[in-house]
């Protein structure tokens, strides 16, 4: 259920309300709109506690959440949530532009790769240090030193750091050195992973598994959320189908279909969606025309030797080409591209 107060309600009022709510064995969450404040009830749905909610000083109206992820839901928050990490900004009309190697490789690799696409325009790095393979013998990624990697290139660049955290008992050690914590395709479904980013105040980007409907991508944020965590950014980077023209298949309606039901920020991610290098920068230019709040997409300084992804890689050069036309294409759609400073 939702408590929507009343416009100026008092403070001694909304905290009333919370400690009803949670007297009714409910979990209570509250958010300051710019207009109303409102107190998502969270908990299973009784129809004696609206109404005795419904009497409580300040209470405009309770109404129950329709959808089944219920922090994640517009109906509770009906104003975009802006997700702000270091040089990041995503969401609202700011557009993130995070870029990087699949996997830093080495210092070398990462750093002039952070170097070439800062100077491109994008506001953050990516890189992962803990690689999610399908093969065991696949390279894993070089874990801490890969993380100190990407912290010397933050230093350096000013970027800030999205890499994937494959497992809870690594939240800590990552959050040590990332501004924002991925969550793998593969692990979506990873409900303690999910609880442990949750637990911490590291942004996460939450990539919807392959296989996962819109519903259980929502409801894998509603994991964050309920945990603690509210910033977070969910990331569609394409799903499997029986196409095989492309590594995955794409689907942009997921960013609008995502805007009409969530505040969440959403990110697109054109290099997993296509798995190809030639189809990268026109899907990123479709995915800010279809509204998208971010696109993270790799770059390498020489993709034929990539140690991961390769051959959906952008060199220095194609991640520039890229920047004109989504500069371009962000700015018909009135999104600015622009690092904030924290
Ligand atoms: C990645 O970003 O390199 C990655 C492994 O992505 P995904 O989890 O979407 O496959
Ligand atoms: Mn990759």
Do not use: W
């Given at each position: 259920?939702?408590?929507?107060?009343?416009?100026?309600?008092?403070?001694?009022?909304?905290?009333?309300?919370?400690?009803?709510?949670?007297?009714?064995?409910?979990?209570?969450?509250?958010?300051?709109?710019?207009?109303r404040?409102?107190?998502?009830?969270?908990?299973?749905?009784?129809?004696?506690?609206?109404?005795?909610?419904?009497?409580?000083?300040?209470?405009?109206?309770?109404?129950?959440?329709?959808?089944?992820?219920?922090?994640?839901?517009?109906?509770?928050?009906?104003?975009?949530?802006?997700?702000?990490?270091?040089?990041?900004?995503?969401?609202?009309?700011?557009?993130?532009?995070?870029?990087?190697?699949?996997?830093?490789?080495?210092?070398?690799?990462?750093?002039?790769?952070?170097?070439?696409?800062?100077?491109?325009?994008?506001?953050?790095?990516?890189g992962?240090?803990?690689?999610p393979?399908?093969?065991?013998?696949?390279?894993?990624?070089?874990?801490?030193?890969?993380?100190?990697?990407?912290?010397?290139?933050?230093?350096?660049t000013?970027?800030?750091?999205?890499?994937?955290?494959?497992?809870?008992?690594?939240?800590?050690?990552?959050?040590?050195?990332?501004?924002v914590?991925?969550?793998?395709?593969?692990?979506?479904?990873?409900?303690?992973?999910?609880?442990?980013?949750?637990?911490?105040?590291?942004?996460?980007?939450l990539?919807?598994g392959?296989?996962?409907?819109?519903?259980?991508?929502?409801?894998?944020?509603?994991?964050?959320?309920?945990?603690?965590?509210?910033?977070?950014?969910?990331?569609?980077?394409?799903i499997?189908?029986?196409?095989?023209?492309?590594?995955?298949?794409?689907?942009?309606?997921?960013?609008?279909?995502?805007?009409?039901?969530?505040?969440?920020?959403?990110?697109?991610?054109?290099?997993?969606?296509?798995?190809?290098v030639?189809?990268?920068s026109?899907?990123?230019?479709?995915?800010?025309?279809?509204?998208?709040?971010?696109?993270?997409?790799?770059?390498?300084?020489?993709?034929?030797?990539?140690?991961?992804?390769?051959y959906?890689?952008?060199?220095?050069?194609?991640?520039?080409?890229?920047?004109?036309?989504?500069?371009?294409?962000?700015?018909?759609?009135?999104?600015?591209?622009?690092?904030?400073?924290?």
């Amino acid at each position: 259920m939702i408590v929507v107060m009343k416009q100026g309600a008092t403070k001694e009022q909304i905290e009333h309300m919370v400690e009803r709510v949670e007297q009714l064995g409910l979990k209570s969450h509250v958010i300051y709109g710019t207009e109303r404040t409102v107190i998502a009830a969270i908990g299973e749905k009784r129809d004696e506690d609206r109404h005795s909610l419904e009497s409580g000083p300040g209470v405009a109206e309770v109404v129950p959440i329709l959808a089944p992820y219920k922090v994640a839901s517009l109906e509770v928050k009906p104003e975009p949530t802006v997700v702000r990490a270091g040089s990041l900004t995503v969401g609202n009309s700011h557009l993130g532009m995070i870029a990087g190697p699949c996997s830093v490789e080495s210092a070398e690799q990462t750093i002039s790769t952070a170097r070439a696409v800062k100077a491109a325009g994008a506001t953050a790095l990516r890189g992962g240090a803990f690689k999610p393979r399908t093969s065991p013998y696949s390279f894993q990624g070089l874990k801490e030193d890969g993380l100190k990697i990407l912290a010397d290139a933050r230093a350096e660049t000013g970027l800030a750091v999205v890499t994937e955290v494959i497992a809870a008992e690594d939240v800590e050690l990552v959050g040590r050195y990332a501004d924002v914590l991925q969550i793998g395709a593969r692990n979506m479904q990873n409900y303690r992973l999910l609880e442990a980013v949750g637990n911490v105040e590291t942004a996460v980007l939450l990539k919807r598994g392959p296989s996962a409907s819109m519903d259980e991508l929502l409801l894998a944020a509603e994991y964050i959320l309920n945990a603690g965590n509210p910033n977070v950014m969910l990331c569609e980077r394409g799903i499997r189908t029986f196409e095989s023209h492309t590594r995955f298949t794409l689907p942009l309606a997921t960013v609008p279909y995502l805007h009409e039901r969530t505040h969440l920020p959403v990110v697109v991610d054109p290099s997993h969606g296509t798995g190809h290098v030639n189809l990268v920068s026109r899907m990123a230019a479709a995915a800010i025309a279809a509204g998208a709040d971010g696109l993270i997409v790799e770059v390498h300084p020489d993709p034929e030797t990539a140690l991961s992804d390769g051959y959906q890689s952008l060199t220095f050069e194609q991640f520039e080409q890229m920047m004109e036309l989504c500069t371009r294409v962000a700015e018909a759609v009135g999104k600015k591209i622009i690092p904030s400073e924290e």
